[in-house]
């Protein structure tokens, strides 16, 4: 590994010049403007697996397109196949970015642009650490498989419908995947959870046409009135969503489980200063972190309807709309949760108002083990490359394709996430540090080599 190590060292600039050179694509998948970059991107991908003389190809799907690269086959090793994507949230807004999000900017030893952590950089360190291996040893320990998607952000499903159809290519012994984050800075994480989603839009449709809201207001439904109205009755003065049946399939978390959880070195503090809030709210009787990690919600995402300009206008709005988010926990059935929604929010529809219920994606959560060699070989790698033992986590983030790579290929997958909750994904100023960056990479060095010692299926 020295040798390995010592690459890694004497490459970590252009290293880093590759990531703002991968960083300057604006490969937004949510918004078809940013169709071409987003191929740029995965080009730029399929580009760095060529490089490595890695068997690579672009696959069309009926979204954009998948990466899919292996290397040179290894008879007898084990198999894991590396997941991630090259897609990025929307930026807006803009104005609150300080330093443009696809001119990649480092400040006090953090990159800042967007898919800096999510996920450009966090995939790179694989493809970097398998550089290493190649340039050094002339060959890898493992036999490595690359999926690399570019729908992840806005939940398309050609990454799904490719597994599926594609088992025996896909076969392998574990996933790795490096798109969430460690507990704490220096505290490095294995995540064995995460949750599920089902987002929907709500349009709500009044009167042919706006109207003068004194002319009007008073006799006429109102579908922002009846937005707010109906929104309100998704939760109760307890945190309790009121969906029918949305708790049924929820599993109680056992006093072991508490326990684990409790234990871990959270600072409340700290995480309610972070993000500017005088308090936290939630689902009674659980704990942050619980509700966090181990809890559904419910969340609206966005809300629309009215005058939002300047100054007054009195107008009654013929539309309202919102954008709704419910994170799921292991169990809970996306398609019966849409059901119970659809449901009730018919009951709660006001006369006067057409409904229309349009549900964006779904997936469900996931728990992956613990304690299997797999598991345990990356925290070897982890303890070595960050000098500190990984701490076993869930988080509240989805990342729906984990449970078709369980369902489809009949593995688990390692999450071994190198960022940091406040690497502000999704939000303006997305940044990753730099250190983390290197040690990422260090630590998949290192995994490839503690995972040739783990049993394999070939
Ligand atoms: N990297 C995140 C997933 C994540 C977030 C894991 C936080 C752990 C903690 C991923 O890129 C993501 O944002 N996923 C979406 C999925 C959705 C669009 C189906 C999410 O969670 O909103
Ligand atoms: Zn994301």
């Given at each position: 590994m020295?040798?390995?190590?010592?690459?890694?060292?004497?490459n970590?600039?252009?290293?880093?010049?590759?990531?703002?050179?991968?960083?300057?694509?604006?490969?937004?998948?949510?918004?078809?403007?940013?169709?071409?970059?987003?191929a740029?991107?995965?080009?730029?991908?399929?580009?760095?697996f060529?490089?490595?003389?890695?068997?690579?190809?672009?696959i069309?799907?009926?979204?954009?397109p998948?990466?899919?690269?292996?290397?040179?086959?290894?008879?007898?090793?084990?198999?894991?196949?590396?997941?991630?994507?090259?897609?990025?949230?929307?930026?807006?807004?803009?104005?609150?970015?300080?330093?443009?999000?696809?001119?990649?900017?480092?400040?006090?030893?953090?990159?800042?642009?967007?898919?800096?952590?999510?996920?450009?950089?966090?995939?790179?360190?694989?493809?970097?650490s398998?550089?290493?291996?190649?340039?050094?040893?002339?060959?890898?320990?493992?036999?490595?498989?690359?999926?690399?998607?570019?729908?992840?952000e806005?939940?398309?499903?050609?990454?799904?419908?490719?597994?599926?159809?594609?088992?025996?290519?896909?076969?392998?012994?574990?996933?790795?995947?490096?798109d969430?984050?460690?507990?704490?800075?220096?505290?490095?994480?294995?995540?064995?959870?995460?949750?599920?989603?089902?987002?929907?839009d709500?349009?709500?449709?009044g009167?042919?046409?706006?109207?003068?809201?004194?002319?009007?207001?008073?006799?006429?439904?109102n579908?922002?009135?009846?937005?707010?109205?109906?929104?309100?009755?998704?939760?109760?003065?307890?945190?309790?969503?009121?969906?029918?049946?949305?708790?049924?399939?929820?599993?109680?978390?056992?006093?072991k489980?508490?326990?684990?959880?409790?234990?871990?070195?959270?600072?409340?503090?700290?995480?309610?200063?972070?993000?500017?809030?005088?308090?936290?709210?939630?689902?009674?009787?659980?704990?942050?972190?619980?509700?966090?990690?181990?809890?559904?919600?419910?969340?609206?995402?966005?809300?629309?309807?009215?005058?939002?300009?300047?100054?007054?206008?009195?107008?009654?709005?013929?539309?309202?709309g919102?954008?709704?988010s419910f994170?799921?926990?292991?169990?809970q059935?996306?398609?019966?949760?849409?059901?119970?929604?659809?449901?009730?929010?018919?009951?709660?529809?006001?006369?006067?108002?057409?409904?229309?219920?349009?549900?964006?994606?779904?997936?469900?959560?996931?728990?992956?083990?613990?304690?299997?060699?797999?598991?345990?070989?990356?925290?070897?790698?982890?303890?070595?490359?960050?000098?500190t033992?990984?701490?076993?986590?869930?988080?509240?983030?989805?990342?729906?394709?984990?449970?078709?790579?369980?369902?489809?290929?009949?593995?688990?997958?390692?999450?071994?996430?190198?960022?940091?909750?406040?690497?502000?994904?999704?939000?303006?100023?997305?940044?990753?540090?730099?250190a983390?960056?290197?040690?990422?990479?260090?630590?998949?060095?290192?995994?490839?080599?503690?995972?040739?010692?783990?049993?394999?299926?070939?």
């Amino acid at each position: 590994m020295s040798n390995i190590n010592n690459y890694l060292t004497e490459n970590r600039e252009r290293f880093e010049q590759e990531l703002h050179e991968f960083l300057r694509i604006a490969s937004i998948s949510a918004d078809p403007a940013y169709r071409e970059d987003v191929a740029q991107a995965a080009k730029w991908v399929d580009g760095q697996f060529q490089k490595l003389g890695l068997a690579s190809e672009i696959i069309e799907t009926d979204g954009h397109p998948l990466v899919y690269a292996e290397s040179p086959r290894v008879p007898g090793a084990p198999t894991a196949l590396v997941y991630g994507h090259y897609d990025v949230q929307p930026v807006v807004p803009l104005e609150l970015w300080t330093t443009p999000p696809f001119e990649p900017t480092e400040r006090d030893g953090k990159v800042y642009a967007r898919g800096a952590s999510d996920d450009k950089g966090q995939m790179l360190t694989h493809i970097k650490s398998t550089e290493a291996w190649l340039a050094v040893e002339g060959r890898l320990p493992i036999n490595l498989k690359f999926l690399i998607e570019g729908e992840e952000e806005c939940g398309g499903h050609g990454i799904s419908q490719f597994v599926e159809a594609n088992r025996d290519r896909l076969a392998c012994d574990c996933v790795v995947v490096s798109d969430s984050s460690q507990f704490a800075p220096d505290q490095p994480a294995i995540t064995c959870g995460l949750r599920g989603i089902v987002y929907c839009d709500l349009i709500l449709k009044g009167p042919n046409r706006d109207l003068h809201s004194g002319s009007f207001g008073g006799a006429v439904a109102n579908p922002a009135n009846a937005l707010a109205k109906m929104l309100a009755t998704l939760m109760d003065e307890h945190g309790r969503i009121q969906v029918p049946g949305f708790y049924d399939d929820v599993v109680t978390l056992s006093d072991k489980q508490r326990e684990r959880i409790a234990a871990l070195p959270f600072d409340e503090a700290r995480y309610i200063e972070g993000i500017g809030v005088s308090a936290l709210i939630g689902e009674e009787g659980f704990t942050t972190l619980e509700r966090l990690w181990t809890r559904p919600t419910f969340d609206v995402c966005g809300m629309w309807s009215g005058y939002q300009g300047e100054g007054a206008k009195t107008v009654l709005p013929a539309v309202a709309g919102a954008k709704l988010s419910f994170r799921l926990v292991p169990n809970q059935d996306p398609p019966k949760i849409v059901e119970g929604l659809r449901q009730k929010l018919t009951e709660v529809c006001p006369p006067g108002i057409q409904m229309e219920l349009v549900v964006q994606h779904g997936g469900r959560g996931v728990l992956v083990s613990e304690d299997s060699p797999y598991t345990q070989a990356a925290a070897r790698a982890i303890e070595e490359a960050f000098g500190t033992p990984p701490v076993y986590t869930r988080e509240g983030g989805s990342i729906p394709i984990v449970v078709t790579f369980c369902e489809a290929l009949g593995v688990d997958t390692l999450l071994l996430g190198w960022g940091q909750g406040d690497d502000n994904a999704h939000s303006p100023n997305e940044k990753f540090a730099l250190a983390d960056f290197h040690r990422g990479i260090k630590a998949s060095a290192r995994l490839w080599e503690e995972l040739a010692t783990c049993p394999t299926k070939n």
